[in-house]
């Protein structure tokens, strides 16, 4: 063989086993989170399955089923799906409305899958970007208190309820013949996933650790505990969800209050997953695979759900990139269930409960809460107004109500602000100075300013603009802004530095305003960029990367 021949025939070997090894150290990643998020789903199924009525298997199975239908046509990335915290307490209420009539509440996950579908050929799924900060966070920790309180009673030995009030109520009764066994099994299961440490938790989830230890426990001493008794592992068996017209009627509500929860928590994990992926997803794709999904649960009598942002984070951390992830999971799933299926049947009531109030603290919002003393009082109120009517009346009126306050609110604020006034509205001298720097340093150094307010409404928009920066090495961010930033604003601002900052880009900020400067000190902004790096005027600042690009 010639030498020019075998030169090329080297290069190509070469570029082929680099192609091979790439494919198999991306096949190994998604098998390895497929599993890690398979043991993360297992106790949140089982217990989400239990706390809504359905049974630990309709838990399980739902997980299995959504996650493998809605991994295999949904997006490339490795979205996780099954039952969550917000949905299960849907799911919760409407049984409690219906008086636990399983089979017009599966009537109702049918629907719902059919409206997520629909909900997918449509443009408002674009709206979820546009709702306020202190909206989801006060639906969230809503929602992480609603768990929290619903397992209560089972925690001390007694039956759930699935309703905020009478479970309060029930408690207080119920405190006066507590299940001692029981209650000391939920005890130790809370110290087991609240306090276990942070290297055995990234190792094996605590959840999984306090499954095992306090199930062993309760088999060995032979404890007088409730326990799940049964689990199917048989496939369950495919049906037609019967309905009439005057039932679709009746029903539409819950079905629309069902889906919205459903493409909701979607969505947000599909803004997650785009995030630490740096994938786009398309949310009408999204939206339909979990829709078709739902609709599968619903003839197989299982749980309905949505992407979950735990399981999917996990996956991702764990190395998956690809949905073959997605259809991991569910597989090593059914595998522990047909396997340990005797050990499921033992695990007690009063862990799962243990379990769920953890996954319950999870979910609140322990980054707002930090802050919320510096926060205004608009979202103050927002936040609230939205908490409450979640954990007290309906999830949906919850957002709706939140939605529609801050809108007021902004609006008020916004009409008081504005006056006409007269004023120079270019700077000759600095507009020469950016000409010069654009020519000079071939956008290396670049100004950006952000011209007009800075608010929930525009945070999203600002953020994905800051993508487009690639090549610049010193970016003079110029917000010359009257107001105070608003709390989804200063957050959108700690993102944009987290951006620039993964793009290797040194920032810059100019804040002629000093109460602004003032609130971005007390959240930390300003720390996170340093102090030297923060100027009154634009001048300083471009003359400052001048001096440092040329060092």
């Avoid at 200063?490 to 951006?499: C, K, L, N, T």
């Amino acid at each position: 063989m010639p030498p020019d021949k075998i030169i090329t025939h080297n290069f190509y070997a070469k570029i082929f086993d680099m192609i091979s090894k790439l494919k198999l150290n991306i096949l190994f990643g998604d098998i390895l989170g497929g599993i890690n998020s398979a043991i993360i789903a297992l106790p949140q199924a089982l217990a989400f399955g239990v706390a809504t009525g359905f049974g630990a298997g309709a838990g399980l199975w739902g997980a299995i089923i959504l996650c493998f239908i809605a991994g295999i046509i949904g997006t490339k990335t490795p979205m996780i799906s099954g039952i969550t915290g917000p949905a299960a307490i849907v799911l919760a209420s409407i049984m409690h409305t219906l008086h636990y009539d399983v089979n017009t509440v599966i009537v109702i996950i049918a629907m719902a899958g059919i409206l997520q579908i629909i909900l997918s050929m449509t443009q408002l799924l674009n709206i979820v970007k546009y709702i306020p900060y202190p909206v989801i966070s006060g639906f969230m920790n809503g929602v992480g208190i609603i768990i929290i309180i619903l397992q209560l009673n089972p925690l001390i030995g007694h039956a759930t309820l699935s309703n905020t009030v009478d479970s309060i109520q029930k408690f207080f009764i119920n405190i006066h013949s507590i299940n001692n066994e029981a209650f000391l099994l939920g005890i130790l299961t809370l110290l087991i996933v609240f306090f276990i440490p942070k290297k055995i938790n990234k190792i094996i989830p605590s959840t999984v650790i306090a499954l095992i230890i306090c199930t062993f426990v309760s088999v060995k001493l032979g404890l007088d505990v409730d326990k799940i008794s049964t689990i199917s592992v048989e496939f369950p068996r495919l049906t037609m969800p019967k309905a009439n017209t005057g039932d679709i009627i009746n029903y539409l509500q819950y079905a629309i209050t069902l889906a919205i929860v459903l493409s909701s928590e979607s969505l947000l994990t599909g803004l997650v997953c785009e995030s630490l992926t740096k994938t786009k997803n398309s949310p009408k794709h999204l939206i339909a695979a979990q829709g078709i999904g739902n609709i599968f649960c619903a003839m197989t009598g299982t749980l309905p759900g949505s992407a979950a942002t735990m399981r999917t984070v996990a996956a991702i951390k764990a190395g998956a990139s690809t949905k073959i992830a997605a259809i991991v999971s569910p597989v090593i799933l059914i595998l522990l269930l047909y396997k340990f299926s005797w050990f499921v049947a033992e695990i007690p009531l009063a862990v799962l409960a243990g379990i769920l109030i953890k996954i319950g603290y999870d979910i609140i919002d322990v980054k707002l809460l930090k802050v919320i003393k510096y926060a205004p009082k608009d979202d103050l109120y927002v936040l609230w107004t939205v908490f409450l009517l979640t954990v007290f009346y309906n999830l949906i009126v919850a957002v709706g109500a939140g939605i529609v306050l801050a809108a007021l609110l902004y609006a008020k604020k916004a009409a008081d602000n504005t006056k006409l006034v007269q004023k120079t509205v270019y700077d000759t001298e600095i507009m020469e100075l950016e000409r010069h720097l654009e020519h000079d340093y071939h956008h290396k150094i670049r100004v950006v300013h952000i011209d007009g307010q800075f608010f929930f409404g525009s945070a999203t928009q600002l953020i994905s603009q800051f993508d487009e920066l690639l090549g610049t090495k010193y970016l003079i961010l110029n917000y010359d802004a009257c107001e105070s930033l608003d709390i989804s604003a200063v957050f959108a601002f700690e993102d944009i530095i987290m951006r620039l900052k993964a793009q290797k880009i040194k920032v810059l900020l100019v804040i002629p305003n000093e109460s602004l400067y003032n609130q971005l000190e007390k959240l930390n902004i300003i720390k996170q960029i340093g102090k030297r790096h923060v100027f009154y005027s634009e001048i300083d600042a471009i003359n400052f990367a001048k001096k440092i690009y040329n060092l």
